[in-house]
């Protein structure tokens, strides 16, 4: 009977070991991000505009928030707004862009578990920030020509400053149950991700559990953040469009619909290809290729940092002056606002 129960203990034991082996197993160690599927001998092509956006991404909002920083006439809170999306555009493409230029250039392909994370973690939460920051900004045109008067009391400093906090804590709040979400899925259909970074769904996809939860989750964020901003964006310039059609002056109606066409530009560039790939994903079926869906999954990304200082820079007086100014080498670095 003893030598039985030794050998019972014993296997009993063993059974316990292999299963705790086994659901380490079910996490990877790391992922193999694949680039972009289909068009592997393209990578290398693929990547020189993706390199060059990605400079002038860089080189654009640092320019910004040089400039911002530097001149007291764009102390304002639009140009605070404005920092604070290009201090999102900077986060939010060199979380996905250097690692995609690694896997075109150099095949580098793996990334560990918990980089992986943090990754989709951040890229989640900058691109809720990106379209919280469109949503005040657009309520900052709102109060500037709508109750002009009052702009500055409105919008004071602290305001700014508690507002973009809030903003900012919304996105992490509802993005970090993505990563828990996602670390608890045991993974049994391999480690390769067909994308360039890693995507919720993507990471999601390779799970042998009930995603469902995710999915769902992943819905719930999207109506939360982009469906009450894009709402809160349109109430915002309805009523700006009602203000400005009953100005008496035709240059008045001008000079406002003039101090929205850079944050309107910043809207198109920034929700076209997210609108797109959301509804591609849903109603596309098979008919749009995986490849089609990665490129502007990346576009999606790379296009808002590229595009948004290039836009107020040339549509923005106040920082084009700013700029030609210090080109051209005056002594006076401050701006006179218009």
């Known amino acids: 009977m003893k030598n039985l129960h030794d050998f019972k203990q014993f296997h009993g034991g063993t059974s316990l070991v292999m299963s705790v082996q086994n659901n380490t197993d079910l996490t990877p160690a790391s992922f193999v991000l694949n680039g972009i599927p289909g068009l592997e001998n393209m990578h290398i092509w693929i990547s020189f505009p993706f390199c060059s956006m990605y400079a002038v991404a860089m080189m654009g909002n640092c320019g910004l928030l040089y400039l911002i920083f530097l001149e007291d006439s764009l102390h304002r809170p639009m140009y605070y707004f404005l920092a604070m999306l290009s201090l999102t555009d900077l986060v939010m493409c060199s979380s996905t862009i250097p690692k995609a230029l690694c896997i075109f250039w150099f095949h580098l392909k793996e990334i560990g578990f918990d980089d992986c994370l943090v990754q989709m973690f951040f890229i989640h939460t900058f691109t809720g920030m990106e379209s919280g920051v469109l949503m005040l900004m657009a309520l900052d045109r ?42 608890r899925l045991p993974y049994c259909r391999g480690n390769i991700i067909n994308h360039t970074y890693c995507d919720h769904m993507s990471v999601a996809k390779l799970s042998c559990g009930n995603v469902k939860v995710n999915a769902i989750y992943g819905l719930m964020v999207a109506l939360l953040i982009g469906g009450f901003d894009i709402l809160c964006i349109t109430i915002s310039y309805t009523m700006i469009l ?39 994903h849903r109603f596309g079926g098979h008919t749009i290729p995986p490849s089609c869906h990665i490129i502007v999954a990346n576009i999606y990304l790379l296009l808002p940092p590229t595009m948004n200082p290039v836009v107020y820079g040339v549509k923005t007086k106040q920082i084009r002056d700013c700029v030609i100014r210090i080109l051209s080498g005056s002594k006076d670095s401050k701006a006179h606002s218009i």
């Open 242 to 280: 009602r203000a400005v059609v009953s100005l008496s002056s035709a240059d008045a109606r001008q000079k406002a619909f003039s101090t929205c066409t850079a944050h309107i530009c910043a809207i198109v560039f920034s929700y076209s290809p997210a609108f797109f790939s959301f509804f591609s």
């Open 142 to 183: 709102y109060v500037a020509i709508c109750y002009p008067l009052r702009y500055s009391t409105i919008l004071t400093n602290p305001i700014i400053a508690k507002i973009g906090f809030a903003t900012f804590l919304r996105g992490v709040l509802l993005i970090i149950p993505f990563t828990f979400l996602t670390k």
